[in-house]
């Protein structure tokens, strides 16, 4: 397995991965309509249209096995003047869950936002339903710092936990031992 940055030639597998993900982890809280007809060609467009034009503070990175994209996390750097990063996605392939490549991608994330604002935090929202996340999370040092609601693309208001590691030092301190790739 490998993870590198992401590349417009990703966004294709990075869509599918993400409205897959989408489909089994939101379930029970968006409409079906909206998860078989829509998420497939809009998650198409989000990411075609976020590799081609990335906004300035985004970095996207891939986790790939023989070329197949396996997982990936997208960020927003200093998102907030308080909370720091923006992790705002973060999605591994069903059939690769509990191999490690979720807290792989987390770790070069934090690598990568300690170089790029040293000493800020990191922070995600979560599906207040979705305990599995939330104890992944937990178990990297995040904390549950705040209840939240995210109004959904399909016009539900999801309620949400707002996770956050208060600086990303320890979590990317976790990766110097195991460095995948070296950012530019």
């Not at 409205?19 to 198409?44: C, F, G, K, M």
């Not at 990063?85 to 690769?96: A, D, G, K, M």
């Not at 922070?123 to 995040?142: C, E, I, P, R, T």
């Amino acid at each position: 397995m490998n993870i590198l940055p992401a590349t417009a030639e990703h966004a294709d597998a990075i869509a599918d991965l993400h409205a897959s993900s989408w489909s089994i982890t939101y379930n029970d809280v968006l409409s079906q309509d909206y998860l078989q007809n829509i998420v497939p060609s809009e998650r198409l467009s989000v990411w075609r249209e976020r590799l081609m034009n990335p906004r300035k503070n985004q970095f996207v990175l891939v986790a790939e096995d023989n070329g197949f994209v396996i997982g990936f996390a997208c960020v927003f750097v200093m998102e907030h003047l308080e909370w720091g990063s923006y992790l705002e996605n973060l999605h591994v392939r069903q059939s690769h869950h509990g191999r490690g490549i979720g807290a792989k991608l987390l770790i070069e994330v934090a690598t990568i936002c300690e170089q790029k604002c040293a000493g800020k935090g990191l922070y995600l929202s979560v599906n207040q339903a979705n305990q599995n996340a939330q104890k992944f999370y937990l178990k990297l040092g995040a904390e549950n710092a705040q209840v939240s609601v995210w109004d959904a693309p399909d016009g539900s208001h999801v309620p949400t936990f707002r996770f956050a590691w208060k600086t990303v030092s320890a979590l990317a301190e976790r990766g110097l031992t195991h460095r995948i790739w070296t950012p530019q």
